[in-house]
Protein backbone atom coordinates (compact mmCIF):
# COMPACT_ATOMS: atom_id res chain seq x y z
CA UNK A 1 0.00 0.00 0.00
CA UNK A 2 1.46 3.51 -1.16
CA UNK A 3 1.53 6.02 1.81
CA UNK A 4 0.18 8.45 0.13
CA UNK A 5 -2.57 7.75 -2.75
CA UNK A 6 -4.26 9.97 -5.14
CA UNK A 7 -6.35 8.75 -8.49
CA UNK A 8 -3.89 10.07 -11.37
CA UNK A 9 -7.06 11.21 -13.13
CA UNK A 10 -7.12 13.11 -15.82
CA UNK A 11 -10.06 14.76 -13.97
CA UNK A 12 -12.06 16.49 -16.64
CA UNK A 13 -13.82 19.71 -15.23
CA UNK A 14 -16.43 22.13 -17.18
CA UNK A 15 -15.09 25.88 -16.92
CA UNK A 16 -17.19 27.60 -13.43
CA UNK A 17 -17.94 24.27 -12.28
CA UNK A 18 -16.74 22.75 -8.92
CA UNK A 19 -13.48 20.10 -8.96
CA UNK A 20 -13.12 17.49 -6.32
CA UNK A 21 -9.36 15.60 -5.63
CA UNK A 22 -8.86 13.57 -2.87
CA UNK A 23 -6.50 11.65 -1.42
CA UNK A 24 -5.79 9.03 1.17
CA UNK A 25 -2.89 8.36 3.68
CA UNK A 26 -1.67 5.02 4.85
CA UNK A 27 0.01 6.51 8.05
CA UNK A 28 -2.59 7.23 11.11
CA UNK A 29 -0.58 9.24 12.88
CA UNK A 30 -0.12 12.03 10.63
CA UNK A 31 -0.24 15.76 11.43
CA UNK A 32 0.22 17.97 8.71
CA UNK A 33 -1.73 17.52 5.19
CA UNK A 34 -0.47 19.72 2.02
CA UNK A 35 -1.52 20.08 -1.61
CA UNK A 36 0.50 21.19 -4.16
CA UNK A 37 -0.53 22.70 -7.84
CA UNK A 38 2.09 21.75 -10.46
CA UNK A 39 2.23 22.92 -13.96
CA UNK A 40 4.18 21.25 -16.86
CA UNK A 41 7.69 21.30 -16.25
CA UNK A 42 7.44 23.73 -13.32
CA UNK A 43 8.46 22.75 -9.24
CA UNK A 44 5.46 22.48 -6.94
CA UNK A 45 3.71 25.79 -5.95
CA UNK A 46 1.89 25.04 -2.48
CA UNK A 47 -1.88 26.26 -2.18
CA UNK A 48 -3.11 25.10 0.66
CA UNK A 49 -2.29 23.17 4.02
CA UNK A 50 -4.76 22.13 6.71
CA UNK A 51 -3.73 20.19 10.22
CA UNK A 52 -6.90 19.81 12.10
CA UNK A 53 -10.21 18.03 10.81
CA UNK A 54 -12.55 19.87 9.04
CA UNK A 55 -12.58 22.76 6.92
CA UNK A 56 -9.94 25.11 5.69
CA UNK A 57 -11.40 28.14 2.74
CA UNK A 58 -8.77 30.25 1.03
CA UNK A 59 -10.08 31.66 -1.48
CA UNK A 60 -11.48 29.44 -4.87
CA UNK A 61 -9.66 26.77 -2.40
CA UNK A 62 -10.97 24.45 0.20
CA UNK A 63 -9.13 21.67 2.03
CA UNK A 64 -10.80 19.11 4.12
CA UNK A 65 -9.53 16.76 6.12
CA UNK A 66 -10.83 13.94 8.33
CA UNK A 67 -8.52 11.98 10.37
CA UNK A 68 -11.03 8.79 11.01
CA UNK A 69 -10.88 7.89 7.70
CA UNK A 70 -7.37 9.31 7.03
CA UNK A 71 -8.74 11.40 3.99
CA UNK A 72 -7.91 14.59 2.75
CA UNK A 73 -9.65 16.30 -0.09
CA UNK A 74 -9.22 19.31 -2.17
CA UNK A 75 -12.09 21.56 -3.54
CA UNK A 76 -11.67 24.02 -6.47
CA UNK A 77 -15.05 26.34 -6.99
CA UNK A 78 -15.43 28.11 -9.93
CA UNK A 79 -13.06 26.79 -12.00
CA UNK A 80 -10.60 28.34 -14.69
CA UNK A 81 -8.34 27.14 -17.28
CA UNK A 82 -5.54 28.63 -15.46
CA UNK A 83 -6.31 25.80 -12.49
CA UNK A 84 -5.39 22.96 -15.11
CA UNK A 85 -2.78 21.45 -13.59
CA UNK A 86 -1.31 18.41 -11.82
CA UNK A 87 -2.63 18.81 -7.99
CA UNK A 88 0.08 16.79 -5.90
CA UNK A 89 -1.20 15.66 -2.59
CA UNK A 90 1.27 15.38 0.81
CA UNK A 91 1.41 14.18 4.31
CA UNK A 92 3.55 14.84 6.80
CA UNK A 93 3.53 12.12 9.95
CA UNK A 94 5.01 14.62 13.15
CA UNK A 95 7.02 17.88 13.31
CA UNK A 96 10.26 15.29 13.18
CA UNK A 97 9.30 13.64 9.77
CA UNK A 98 9.77 13.73 6.31
CA UNK A 99 7.05 14.88 3.91
CA UNK A 100 5.85 12.14 1.37
CA UNK A 101 3.65 12.98 -1.55
CA UNK A 102 0.98 11.34 -3.99
CA UNK A 103 1.55 10.86 -7.02
CA UNK A 104 -0.82 13.88 -7.88
CA UNK A 105 -3.83 14.56 -10.25
CA UNK A 106 -4.10 15.72 -13.22
CA UNK A 107 -7.30 18.24 -13.80
CA UNK A 108 -7.86 19.47 -17.01
CA UNK A 109 -10.95 22.44 -16.82
CA UNK A 110 -12.53 22.70 -20.00
CA UNK A 111 -13.87 25.84 -21.31
CA UNK B 1 14.50 36.66 -4.61
CA UNK B 2 14.12 35.20 -0.63
CA UNK B 3 12.77 31.84 -1.79
CA UNK B 4 14.54 28.61 -2.49
CA UNK B 5 17.08 28.97 -5.17
CA UNK B 6 18.74 25.60 -6.87
CA UNK B 7 21.73 25.53 -9.66
CA UNK B 8 22.11 24.70 -12.45
CA UNK B 9 18.35 24.67 -13.48
CA UNK B 10 19.33 22.39 -16.69
CA UNK B 11 22.64 19.32 -16.71
CA UNK B 12 23.41 17.55 -19.33
CA UNK B 13 26.19 15.27 -18.40
CA UNK B 14 27.09 11.88 -20.21
CA UNK B 15 26.93 7.93 -18.42
CA UNK B 16 29.71 7.53 -16.19
CA UNK B 17 30.34 11.18 -14.88
CA UNK B 18 29.77 12.60 -11.70
CA UNK B 19 27.60 15.60 -11.31
CA UNK B 20 26.72 17.96 -8.23
CA UNK B 21 23.91 20.63 -7.57
CA UNK B 22 23.38 23.17 -5.18
CA UNK B 23 20.65 24.26 -3.37
CA UNK B 24 19.90 27.61 -0.88
CA UNK B 25 16.91 27.33 1.23
CA UNK B 26 14.70 30.18 2.43
CA UNK B 27 17.34 31.88 4.81
CA UNK B 28 15.64 31.75 8.18
CA UNK B 29 14.69 27.83 6.94
CA UNK B 30 16.36 24.90 9.03
CA UNK B 31 15.11 22.27 7.37
CA UNK B 32 16.08 21.28 3.88
CA UNK B 33 14.63 18.69 1.51
CA UNK B 34 15.85 16.82 -1.53
CA UNK B 35 13.19 15.05 -3.95
CA UNK B 36 13.32 13.41 -7.32
CA UNK B 37 10.53 13.55 -9.77
CA UNK B 38 10.13 11.92 -12.98
CA UNK B 39 7.49 12.65 -15.80
CA UNK B 40 3.87 11.85 -14.50
CA UNK B 41 4.92 10.69 -10.77
CA UNK B 42 4.69 12.43 -7.75
CA UNK B 43 8.42 13.80 -5.82
CA UNK B 44 10.14 11.31 -4.35
CA UNK B 45 11.87 11.63 -1.08
CA UNK B 46 15.68 11.55 -1.01
CA UNK B 47 17.04 13.08 1.68
CA UNK B 48 16.52 15.91 4.35
CA UNK B 49 18.61 18.10 6.93
CA UNK B 50 17.62 19.77 10.07
CA UNK B 51 20.53 22.10 10.13
CA UNK B 52 23.79 20.51 9.27
CA UNK B 53 22.70 16.94 10.46
CA UNK B 54 21.09 14.52 8.06
CA UNK B 55 18.32 13.00 9.55
CA UNK B 56 16.88 10.38 6.95
CA UNK B 57 18.04 9.03 3.74
CA UNK B 58 15.77 7.48 1.67
CA UNK B 59 16.29 3.61 0.79
CA UNK B 60 15.63 3.71 -2.49
CA UNK B 61 18.97 5.95 -2.86
CA UNK B 62 21.92 4.14 -3.84
CA UNK B 63 25.14 4.85 -2.29
CA UNK B 64 26.38 6.50 -5.75
CA UNK B 65 24.10 9.50 -4.20
CA UNK B 66 25.37 11.60 -1.27
CA UNK B 67 23.79 15.03 -0.19
CA UNK B 68 25.93 17.51 2.36
CA UNK B 69 25.03 20.49 4.03
CA UNK B 70 28.13 21.41 5.99
CA UNK B 71 27.08 24.96 7.38
CA UNK B 72 23.18 24.42 8.16
CA UNK B 73 23.01 26.55 5.25
CA UNK B 74 23.24 26.00 1.89
CA UNK B 75 22.87 22.14 0.43
CA UNK B 76 24.70 19.75 -2.39
CA UNK B 77 23.44 16.44 -4.11
CA UNK B 78 25.81 14.95 -5.95
CA UNK B 79 25.60 12.13 -7.81
CA UNK B 80 28.55 9.41 -8.67
CA UNK B 81 28.88 7.45 -11.79
CA UNK B 82 25.43 9.13 -13.50
CA UNK B 83 23.08 6.30 -15.08
CA UNK B 84 20.65 7.24 -17.86
CA UNK B 85 18.05 5.87 -14.94
CA UNK B 86 19.22 9.19 -12.84
CA UNK B 87 17.69 11.30 -15.51
CA UNK B 88 14.91 13.53 -13.79
CA UNK B 89 14.04 16.49 -12.21
CA UNK B 90 15.70 17.05 -8.43
CA UNK B 91 14.06 19.06 -6.23
CA UNK B 92 15.41 20.84 -3.31
CA UNK B 93 12.56 22.57 -0.39
CA UNK B 94 12.80 24.01 2.49
CA UNK B 95 10.65 24.49 5.55
CA UNK B 96 11.05 26.14 9.39
CA UNK B 97 11.05 23.44 12.58
CA UNK B 98 11.11 25.05 15.90
CA UNK B 99 10.06 21.95 18.66
CA UNK B 100 6.55 20.93 17.65
CA UNK B 101 6.06 23.03 14.97
CA UNK B 102 7.12 22.78 11.10
CA UNK B 103 6.20 25.07 8.79
CA UNK B 104 4.81 24.15 5.05
CA UNK B 105 7.89 23.10 2.59
CA UNK B 106 8.47 25.65 -0.20
CA UNK B 107 10.18 24.30 -3.21
CA UNK B 108 12.91 25.84 -5.97
CA UNK B 109 12.49 25.68 -9.14
CA UNK B 110 14.25 22.56 -9.66
CA UNK B 111 17.82 21.26 -11.76
CA UNK B 112 16.78 18.99 -14.94
CA UNK B 113 19.68 16.22 -15.39
CA UNK B 114 19.66 14.36 -18.47
CA UNK B 115 22.33 11.64 -19.07
CA UNK B 116 23.20 10.57 -22.61
Known amino acids: QKEVEQNSGPLSVPEGAIASLNCTYS??????FFWYRQYSGKSPELIMF????GDKEDGRFTAQLNKASQYVSLLIRDSQPSDSATYLC???????????FGSGTRLSIRP | DTGVSQNPRHKITKRGQNVTFRCDPI?????LYWYRQTLGQGPEFLTY????????KSRLLSDRFSAERPKGSFSTLEIQRTEQGDSAMYLC??????????????FGQGTRLTVV
Open chain 2, 93 to 106: ASSLARGSMNTEAF
Open chain 1, 27 to 32: DRGSQS
Open chain 1, 50 to 53: IYSN
Open chain 1, 90 to 100: AVRSSSASKII
Open chain 2, 27 to 31: SEHNR
Open chain 2, 49 to 56: FQNEAQLE
